[in-house]
């Protein structure tokens, strides 16, 4: 039966429709093994110099190479959860301190309501306690669902470096797989997907990095100039909840104002830092973003925030940072291949048309006298 040259466009978009639903089934009951997947290729592309570097300059095997990358690259990640962790334990000391403070202003609140809304204390707290005796009743499930939560951490930890030290591995087997599977004469296309893919991930990962490391940077200055507690663990959680699009910068908020709040109430202190990571959000949001790492990855503002929401809806929390880097992947990957070029332009920015120089025509009687001549 001969195939037809041109489907027609029903066909084509029930066929990309049915891919897509497809693809998300499997993303979403198969996420604990492709999340750890995903990170993993990102990571090996960031090492992928390195590695490279240990196997021509330092004239070591592929196997050894790969990994002394991996081995850096898990004591930079030690000494950052070092850091966080640290910081952490310090603001732990201070608990009794938050539990009083967050009693006496809870107090505070439930005489406002009781005097604003004409509700009672009392049954205010008995509604409270008969909220609350159900969460308490479940606290050994609880205590069972976070320890299997870190466990889980800990086993997505292990399969990342894993992966990523078998990527670098075996980086040509892959690449020669990915050639004999399109086929043979569009090796180029391939090659050159491959290459782009790894500069723009590379260049917006360290673009990335750049931007946390600026953002930690201002919030330090400000926090401790304005002598805010705990400013260090502060500016790191700002820094590292910035790296999710959009939403990021308002769960930073919350959390350091919670903080504050907690240590100081409701003072000056807690407006600072507001306004401060309001602040910074718009510097980074209008300057740093756009210069360090929009200019890695052209991809238009109402794609990230739907590839955000799907992130989430699809992975959670991981999914909202892996969104940037497989549009921007799947970006590419349209801009090579000439039946997806239009999916290239829906997800890149809109191109400004030039206008063309209009000159004035000269004036009549200049012409007349450039005629006498």
Request: aromatic residues 10%.
């Amino acid at each position: 039966m001969p195939v037809p040259k041109q489907l027609s466009f029903s066909v084509r978009f029930a066929a990309i429709l049915i891919s897509v639903i497809a693809i998300g089934f499997l993303m979403i009951i198969g996420k604990e093994f492709v999340i750890p997947l995903v990170f993993a290729v990102l990571f090996s592309i960031l090492l992928f110099p390195l590695a490279k570097k240990f196997e021509v300059k330092l004239k070591m095997p592929r196997g050894a190479a790969s990994g002394m990358a991996v081995i850096l690259f898990i004591v930079g990640l030690g000494i950052i959860l070092y850091a966080i962790g640290s910081q952490i334990t310090n603001l732990g000391k201070d608990w009794p301190q938050f539990q009083q403070q967050l009693s006496n202003s809870l107090n505070d609140l439930q005489k406002w309501v009781a005097v604003k809304f004409d509700y009672n204390i009392e049954k205010q707290k008995n509604d409270i306690h008969n909220a609350t005796s159900g969460a308490i009743s479940g606290g050994t499930a609880f205590v069972g669902s976070t320890l299997l939560s870190a466990t889980s951490l800990l086993l997505f930890i292990v399969l990342t470096l894993i992966y990523t030290f078998f990527i670098l591995l075996y980086r040509t087997t892959l690449l020669r797989f990915l050639i004999a599977l399109v086929n043979e004469r569009n090796s180029q296309t391939v090659n050159a997907v491959v290459s782009d893919i790894q500069i723009v991930i590379r260049k917006y990962i360290l673009g990335l990095l750049l931007e946390m490391l600026i953002v930690a940077i201002l919030c330090w200055i400000s926090f401790g100039i304005s002598g805010i507690k705990y400013f260090i663990l502060l500016g790191l959680i700002t820094a590292l909840f910035n790296v999710v699009p959009y939403v990021g910068i308002f769960t930073a908020l919350l959390i350091s104002a919670l903080i504050t709040f907690a240590t100081t109430g409701i003072s000056t202190e807690l407006l600072v830092v507001a306004i401060t990571i309001v602040c910074i959000h718009l510097i980074d949001s209008n300057i740093l973003l756009p210069f360090i790492v929009g200019s890695k990855v052209s991809i238009n503002a109402l794609i990230t925030v739907l590839g955000v929401v799907a992130g989430e809806m699809t992975w959670g929390l991981p999914g909202m940072f892996l969104s940037v880097p497989l549009i921007a992947m799947a970006k590419i990957v349209c801009d090579r291949v000439e039946p997806l070029k239009p999916w290239a332009i829906l997800l890149g920015h809109e191109k400004k048309e030039k206008k063309l120089l209009k000159f004035p025509k000269p004036k009549k009687r200049i012409v007349e006298a450039e005629e006498q001549k």
